[in-house]
């Protein structure tokens, strides 16, 4: 294994990542995989008010956000995530979303692989431990 793979796998070790997912089935098997990787999952949060108490109680590096959580579409949420400073992983089924969302560290589009999962959320913890 090259030295630049090594330290990408070692990038979410110990990291807290906030899970915003209404389907309860997605939210645990997303939570499963982070804890596996020895991330520290914060959550689930299945609403942006829940999502917002969390994050704010408990701070967090990464945040991977369903668009649309029970109907409300989580753009305010993620937005205001961004804000404070904690990079935004979308996850949704929709194709067709508003152009602003490109701002976020990345969009994932369901379904998708563990390891894709795994690798965009490498990836934007370990630029956002170097900013």
Same mark, same amino acid.
């Given at each position: ?31 499963? &995989?982070?804890? %596996?990787?020895?991330?520290? !999952? ?11 108490? #969390?994050? =704010? ?39 067709? &979303?508003?152009? %602003?969302?490109?701002?976020? !560290? ?11 999962? #795994?690798? =965009? ?11």
């Amino acid at each position: 294994m090259t030295e630049g793979k090594s330290a990408d796998r070692q990038a979410g070790k110990g990291a807290r990542v906030l899970v915003v997912e209404d389907g309860w089935q997605v939210a645990d098997s997303l939570k499963l &995989l982070l804890e %596996q990787r020895g991330m520290i !999952a914060v959550g689930p949060a299945a609403t942006s008010e829940d999502a917002r108490r #969390l994050a =704010t109680q408990c701070p967090v590096e990464l945040a991977i956000v369903d668009v649309n959580l029970k109907g409300e579409m989580a753009y305010e949420l993620m937005d205001w995530l961004h804000d404070r400073g904690t990079p935004v992983i979308v996850i949704t089924g929709y194709h067709d &979303l508003p152009p %602003q969302l490109k701002r976020y !560290a990345a969009i994932l589009y369901k379904p998708f692989t563990p390891d894709a999962l #795994l690798t =965009t959320v490498r990836r934007a913890i370990g630029r956002n431990r170097t900013s």
